[in-house]
């Protein structure tokens, strides 16, 4: 905080040098800054203003004001006080109005890696510091200054003072907020395809760019250097000083992008949290439900989460880069868009895909239900994203006996789905890609998951559980993955999307004919159905609840004009049947604007549907029989949900674990939830309900051989 004066001293007092003062007669004294004006009334104070113009001491101030030394003494405290006045010492107005009184000779070191730069001296303070003038803030030799800086216990100004874009700050203070080691993190992840190329070429840091440097724009970034600096060896602090300021100078704005602390860092915190997280038993309270409206129950309202975690959004130093809205098609679609899918694999490079799922996405029923999706999905993947700290015992299946689970379980490939693999992947998005058969045998990293069903730890492969975990033999995916307002309200999302996915995969693979569900009774329903009509479109929407009880649905909508018809889908599942219904809605309408704008798609699977796929050909999509109707058997508490859909599990036969993947930096709860043997939607043909279930359920006589399965992947 800035230093005040309290009090008075018996130097030459006057009002603050960044002030004037004028005396309007029997009105007041007003009181200019640069900001704005102070009306002074009262007994006296037009007959002290003048006294206060810098030339008295305390001492002649009084015995030139016509008052009692009492009244002298009140009424000049009072100004003080408010810091008006106070005693006059040599330097600028800036300080006094700043607030501060810089005293001494500044102790500034200047250090450049790769910059010709010389900083403005220093004005007048008693502080240390130490500014750092680079040519990009990701230069080969900044993290040792760092390390140096920091053993030293030395605060440091990291600048770029070259560029069109020139950035100050933050200022780094050891022992107290975020090092630079929280700050690349984040900026190497925010330049993904140059992380890439550096890795490729084995570069020891940025890119080196071509030199931008135009000598009016350097010295203004110099002397704003100067100035930062100056202000904090003078004392002033502020909370921008925490932050990277960039400038842009082609359109002369600047922005504020948030460095935090990472409390999981190697450098100034503990990189152990994660792991000791994964070996703690997840433990789940009640957790009553405030906000019941748009896409799902919540134990927090949307806009409050969007006001929490907007900080980690900055194309600079943010988690996520944006959340844009997706203007292709009509307004009512709400979808907004949150940065690259890092389920896709490796964020080094860049995927430049033509697929629904390139993106992060948020959906809803209003626009700022999209926006928050989109800003969960993306903390979601980003928190799923293996960093290195993860819980990791090395070991193989047969070594580590009962405690692993073999990965067979969960990936759920039919042995026959190996022989051609190598084939089946090159004609194939890589949804749909076929590992290569597990072995018993092999080592590789294992985490611990917790048995919601049986109250213990056990291991699965790290590399099924968080994405790019450096293990090419296995893949993980964003099944059951979720973000919550809290992780009650995560985990009943990671649930809720298995048993969708699962009820999905026995629909779609099996072809099998479903019941409608009734569209009619809700006014957002009919708006939607007239937005999709403008489009030369028709909606309508199945039942695919399976054996599980949870309502699921599948929301359609199609062309009813022309050589194609685009089909496209979008899925939900509920304990409230209503809420399944507005899920499969709203995903549908997420999918749509990549539909409208009629792209060229490169995934094949995308292709093939669009260019081929109709109502006629596709004889499943079409409804059967009357609407189905569920009751409603959600509650007022999450908690109870989450036990709801967990004995619904439990009693087919299924365990339910869960893996907190919650981030000390980021902090929005989110976990991946693993059901073995529950089915995802991508092409998974192991033995099991994916046969089993349709037949329990009366849709069909006999199981579907293995060769009549649908053989036109899910592409969502």
Not at 313 to 334: H, L, Q
Not at 528 to 543: C, I, N, P, T, Y
Not at 562 to 578: Q, S, V
Request: net charge negative; charged share 20%; hydrophobic share 40%.
């Amino acid at each position: 905080m800035s230093r005040r004066r309290s009090g008075v001293t018996s130097r030459h007092i006057g009002f603050k040098r960044h002030l004037r003062a004028e005396v309007v007669p029997g009105d007041a004294v007003y009181v200019f800054s640069e900001e704005d004006t102070t009306a002074l009334r009262g007994p006296h104070v037009e007959a002290l203003a003048p006294l206060l113009d810098g030339s008295r001491d305390l001492a002649a101030v009084r015995a030139e004001f016509d008052a009692s030394p009492e009244q002298a003494a009140g009424l000049l405290t009072q100004l003080a006080h408010a810091g008006l006045i106070g005693a006059r010492t040599s330097g600028s107005a800036y300080w006094d109005a700043l607030g501060v009184e810089p005293a001494g000779t500044p102790d500034v070191e200047v250090i450049t890696l790769g910059v010709d730069a010389e900083l403005p001296p220093i004005a007048e303070g008693d502080g240390a510091l130490t500014v750092v003038l680079v040519s990009d803030y990701l230069v080969d030799g900044l993290s040792e200054v760092d390390e140096k800086l920091r053993a030293a216990g030395r605060p440091w100004l990291l600048a770029k003072p070259v560029g069109a874009k020139v950035s100050i700050g933050p200022f780094f203070t050891p022992g107290s907020g975020p090092c630079y080691r929280c700050l690349s993190h984040r900026l190497w992840a925010n330049r993904a395809a140059e992380a890439h190329v550096c890795s490729a070429l084995g570069l020891p840091g940025a890119v080196p760019r071509s030199p931008v440097v135009f000598e009016p724009l350097q010295a203004i970034a110099l002397n704003l250097v100067a100035l930062e600096a100056a202000k904090w060896v003078a004392g002033h602090r502020y909370d921008g000083q925490r932050a990277m300021w960039m400038f842009d100078s082609r359109d002369l704005t600047g922005r504020r992008h948030a460095v935090t602390a990472r409390p999981q860092c190697r450098s100034c915190g503990d990189p152990s949290l994660m792991s000791e997280k994964a070996w703690r038993p997840v433990e789940l309270s009640s957790r009553p439900k405030a906000h019941t409206s748009g896409g799902g129950h919540r134990s927090v309202a949307p806009e409050e989460v969007l006001s929490t975690y907007r900080h980690l959004v900055s194309p600079v130093t943010g988690v996520v880069k944006d959340i844009v809205r997706d203007d292709r098609g009509p307004a009512f679609f709400n979808v907004f868009r949150s940065g690259p899918n890092l389920a896709l694999g490796n964020r080094g490079a860049a995927h430049l895909r033509s697929a629904l799922r390139s993106h992060n996405g948020g959906k809803g029923v209003t626009a700022l239900d999209a926006e928050v999706g989109a800003l969960c999905e993306a903390l979601e993947r980003h928190s799923g994203y293996a960093d290195g700290d993860e819980a990791r015992v090395r070991g193989s299946y047969r070594s580590l006996g009962a405690q692993a689970i073999h990965p067979d379980t969960v990936q759920l490939y039919d042995p026959r789905q190996f022989a051609d693999r190598e084939a089946w992947n090159a004609a194939h998005s890589d949804f749909q890609h076929v590992c290569a058969p597990f072995d018993d045998d092999a080592e590789l990293d294992w985490t611990p998951v917790w048995s919601l069903t049986r109250g213990e730890h056990r291991l699965l492969p790290t590399g099924l559980l968080y994405f790019d975990a450096a293990d090419a033999r296995l893949m993980a995916d964003s099944n059951g993955n979720a973000a919550g307002s809290s992780l009650e309200d995560a985990v009943l999302q990671g649930m809720l999307e298995l048993v969708e996915r699962d009820a999905v995969a026995l629909w779609w693979y099996n072809r099998t004919a479903q019941p409608p569900v009734d569209l009619a009774g809700d006014p957002w329903i009919d708006s939607l159905r007239s937005v999709h009509a403008g489009l030369g479109r028709e909606v309508w929407a199945l039942d695919l609840t399976s054996d599980l009880g949870v309502p699921v649905v599948v929301a359609l909508s199609r062309k009813v004009s022309g050589e194609r018809e685009d089909i496209m889908l979008g899925f939900g599942a509920h304990l409230d049947p209503a809420l399944a219904l507005r899920r499969a809605l709203t995903e549908m309408n997420q999918m749509m604007p990549a539909v409208v704008e009629g792209g060229d798609w490169e995934d094949p699977d995308l292709q093939l549907w669009f260019s081929t796929a109709t109502a006629a050909n596709q004889p499943h999509l079409l409804p059967v029989g009357a609407p189905v109707r569920h009751s409603c058997t959600a509650s007022d508490d999450l908690l109870s949900d989450v036990l709801d859909v967990q004995a619904r599990l439990e009693k087919a036969g299924l365990e339910v674990f869960v893996l907190d993947q919650t981030r000390p930096d980021i902090g929005l709860p989110v976990v991946k939830v693993i059901v073995p043997g529950l089915r995802g939607f991508w092409t998974r043909f192991a033995p099991g309900r994916l046969f089993d279930v349709p037949v329990q359920l009366g849709r069909l006589a006999a199981p579907t051989p293995y060769t009549e399965l649908n053989p036109i992947p899910i592409f969502l």
